[in-house]
């Protein structure tokens, strides 16, 4: 049973402080596909994703929203800034391409599926592959009943020994694909030539390989190396390749999430050159097709992308999402704003999501066997001065606190193989390295 609104919302608030309203946009929008999948075949196809559009500043959580949703789906899920597509004839991207893009995404992921059911099997026959190959029978062993039986015998041990571990360190020689390419063949193309070449180069390099056969070269490594590279060789032997594509093309459509950043570059204003407002617009027309519903031709098949969700952000500080074209902004009913971060919120990303900065400082410098103890009047001088640069400068969000924990535990992460196995970090080690940095504006905008 899929999860419900209130329990993707409290899987989000493990990662993500505050921003309340857009976990629950996205939380609706998550069940709304369940929903869908259980209404009778006829409506089914009739009813469409609430696309949303994020409006708030950068660092607040809009990117971490949407890719811990799709990981809560296990959907396949891309983020594209939309300031990388142009309309045919301006240097950029197509837009199909994040649909391609997508596509190869939930292909990868589908086949790593499929063999992690089958791996089991394929660890079976790699042990027989690497058996022969450290200890090669002789057809004329096996036509004796004697000696066939003493051979099974034999062959019984050595897989003991094998499973053991007790040939990990010998060396064999084993078959490789060949990375170099297909033929030597390659495609190239002018930069920004809009991703048509790329899937062209894909399409016939598989074309020659399926054709000859891929090229493989012989290796020589250790049989512990082995192991791993003849099982997934088999594994991927033993996966119906027809059948993941077929169901990564289904995932696509009816689970994949675009994240299409930056949407509030790509608005156009009274502000902005007559030429800039064209190339704009024609970015904005581009994608209209690809969110309101249209079909891409990728290298695994034919998409529809009426039933994607795409979820757009933009900080919207110049501009607003009524200055985007009409029918664009047709398909985007959902707007919600996000909360800029306060010092209390800073405090709470600090120590409290799974992955909190300070967890993750404190699990590096484990690493080097050092226990890192930040103390709470530590942490929050630390929020307190993110809060205070932010407003100096360019307000970045929770990404500031990155740049002042990396530069107070500077020295402690440089210096930490050779240091004592404790560090304890305090508000009089915070303002020993931030006090004269965050005074001095000029000089806060290059470190912090």
Do not use: C
């Not at 490789?176 to 790329?198: Q, R």
């Amino acid at each position: 049973m899929p999860l419900k609104p209130k329990e993707i919302v409290e899987a989000l608030d493990l990662f993500i402080v505050g921003q309340e309203k857009a976990k629950r946009a996205v939380a609706i929008a998550l069940r709304n596909r369940w929903r869908r999948q259980q209404v009778p075949e006829s409506l089914r196809e009739e009813i469409f994703p609430n696309n949303i559009i994020m409006i708030g500043p950068t660092g607040v959580g809009k990117t971490e929203i949407a890719r811990r949703l799709a990981h809560l789906a296990n959907a396949p899920f891309l983020k594209v800034e939309a300031t990388k597509f142009t309309e045919i004839g301006y240097v950029g991207r197509d837009v199909e391409s994040m649909i391609r893009d997508l596509v190869a995404i939930a292909y990868h992921m589908v086949e790593e599926e499929h063999e992690y059911l089958v791996w089991e099997m394929a660890e079976k026959i790699a042990e027989e592959r690497v058996l022969d190959i450290l200890f090669p029978v002789k057809e004329k062993d096996t036509n004796d009943d004697i000696e066939r039986d003493r051979m099974n015998k034999t062959r019984e041990k050595l897989k003991e020994m094998y499973k053991n571990g007790q040939f990990d360190d010998r060396y064999i020689e084993i078959d490789v694909p060949d990375m170099s390419g297909v033929g030597g063949i390659s495609i190239m193309g002018p930069m920004g030539d809009g991703g048509g070449l790329d899937e062209a180069s894909d399409f016939l390099n598989n074309a020659m390989s399926n054709l000859f056969g891929k090229k493989r070269k012989k290796k020589k490594v250790k049989v512990i190396e082995a192991k791993e590279i003849i099982t997934a060789q088999e594994a991927e032997k033993l996966v119906d390749k027809s059948k993941v594509q077929q169901e990564a093309l289904s995932r696509v459509e009816n689970d994949g999430i675009i994240f299409l950043d930056e949407i509030d570059k790509i608005t156009t204003s009274s502000n902005s050159s007559h030429s800039v407002d064209v190339s704009r617009q024609g970015v904005q027309r581009d994608l209209l097709p690809i969110v309101e519903g249209s079909t891409v031709n990728t290298r695994y098949g034919v998409v529809k992308t009426d039933h994607i969700l795409f979820i757009a952000a933009g900080s919207f500080h110049t501009s607003k999402p009524s200055d985007l074209i009409p029918e664009l902004q047709g398909r985007f009913p959902i707007r919600v704003e996000l909360d800029s971060l306060t010092t209390e919120d800073f405090v709470k990303i600090l120590i409290h999501p799974q992955n909190a900065l300070i967890k993750q400082y404190q699990a590096l410098l484990q690493a080097e066997g050092i226990e890192l103890i930040v103390k709470e009047d530590a942490i929050r001088v630390i929020a307190e001065k993110a809060t205070e640069v932010n407003e100096k400068t360019e307000n970045i969000g929770a990404r500031r606190l990155h740049t002042i924990l990396t530069h107070i535990l500077d020295d402690v992460m440089f210096n930490a193989p050779d240091t004592s196995k404790k560090v304890v970090l305090d508000a009089k080690m915070v303002h020993d390295n931030l006090d004269d940095i965050v005074t001095d504006v000029d000089m806060s905008r290059y470190i912090l």
